[in-house]
């Protein structure tokens, strides 16, 4: 109850953050995800995995296992067209939230949230909440599920 207390400030400020505040510097542990996120699985430097991830790492996500080993066998594994776009960041204390598109991994893309807990500059837990892309023109509202670009920058 205590993670649902701590993580749902951020899910909150994740939906409610306008676009302009996306021109906010970047914080180190945001920073630090966006890199660790591209080199692990854009350019599928499986030693990244030793360099960012914590021991022990706790995994929520029910398909992976705890440790580093099954996040190596799962980016070992991924398709020559498999890319990850990284879109709105936000972070508070040492929680990080980042909204990606997954390209490749299956028929459609995903669009994924990707919770991470960091300590002394290592991802220690890890949830996700997952869901298929619906083009625009399928949307009831007309908006995209998913805003391609980072942040700060």
Known sequence: MLRLRLLAPLLAAALIVPQAASAQPLSANEA????????V?????VSAIGRYWGTPY????????????????????????FRFEPGMITSRGD???????????????????????IKDGRFVEHWDVVQEEVPTSQTKSGNPMFTPGTPGQ
């Open 41 to 45: 699985f854009n350019k599928r430097d």
């Open 32 to 39: 630090l995800v966006l890199k660790a996120m591209d080199e």
């Open 95 to 117: 929680i990080v939230m980042i909204h990606g598109r997954y390209s490749g991994w299956g028929p459609k893309p995903m669009i994924i949230v990707d919770i991470f807990r």
């Open 58 to 81: 706790i995994q929520h996500n029910p398909t992976v296992p705890n440790g580093h080993e099954g996040l190596i066998g799962l980016v070992k594994n991924l398709g020559p067209n």
